[in-house]
């Protein structure tokens, strides 16, 4: 517990800025913990290979059954192929698709600005400390310097605060934006898969 207070307090001592700051770590905490629990829902567990395999083998209606049973994005799109096999499977895939990428993609341009923005914040920090101990030193020399070094350490917590946010953020946007990319390359493939094993077997 006196570990956690001397961290507060030295927070603390960084300023106002520390409060946008705080804000940015918490919203960027919020949509890695809602990301996770999004991607640990999307396994699939090879469901949508499964139903592609045998809508290839032309036992189309329990490839669809095992399709809507899985909770992955892939699933889904060979789903919604196999459910509209009589009409337009490439465009019932590819309407399906441009849903499930924005899915994928939910709240990484959050995590994106956070990124931009907390060094910023914490150069917004530096500056206004800095201000602070050069007008104190303005206007009364040497005779305060705790409070000249004080404006300083102000200025040095808010941008190595600002640094902090943006390097632990940065790691699982990037880690996001991957697994976003390759499950629509997934995506993408099987799609196209199914939309030619329902061709070849020409379905009136």
Not at 69 to 82: E, K, N, P, Q
Not at 169 to 188: H, K, S, W
Request: glycine residues 8%; aromatic residues 4%.
């Amino acid at each position: 517990m006196a570990q956690i207070a001397s961290l507060v307090q030295t927070l603390a001592k960084g300023g106002p800025v520390m409060i946008p700051l705080l804000g940015c770590s918490i919203v960027a905490l919020a949509v890695v913990v809602e990301r996770l629990a999004f991607w640990w829902r999307q396994r699939d567990r090879g469901a949508a290979a499964r139903a592609l395999e045998l809508a290839e083998r032309g036992k189309l209606d329990e490839a669809l059954e095992i399709a809507r049973g899985a909770s992955g994005a892939t699933a889904r799109i060979v789903a919604a192929g196999l459910a509209e096999r009589h009409a337009a499977p490439g465009a019932a895939m590819e309407a399906a698709a441009q849903s499930e990428m924005n899915r994928l993609r939910s709240y990484l341009p959050v995590l994106d600005t956070i990124i931009t923005l907390s060094p910023l914040l914490g150069l917004l920090g530096t500056v206004t400390g800095m201000i602070a101990a050069f007008g104190i030193l303005s206007t009364s020399g040497m005779n305060q310097p705790i409070a000249i070094t004080g404006g300083v350490a102000e200025a040095l917590i808010a941008t190595a605060a600002g640094l902090a946010i943006a390097i632990a953020t940065l790691v699982p946007y990037n880690y996001f934006t991957a697994r976003a990319e390759q499950a629509i390359d997934g995506m993408e493939r099987l799609a196209s898969r199914l939309d030619l094993a329902l061709k070849e077997q020409q379905i009136p």
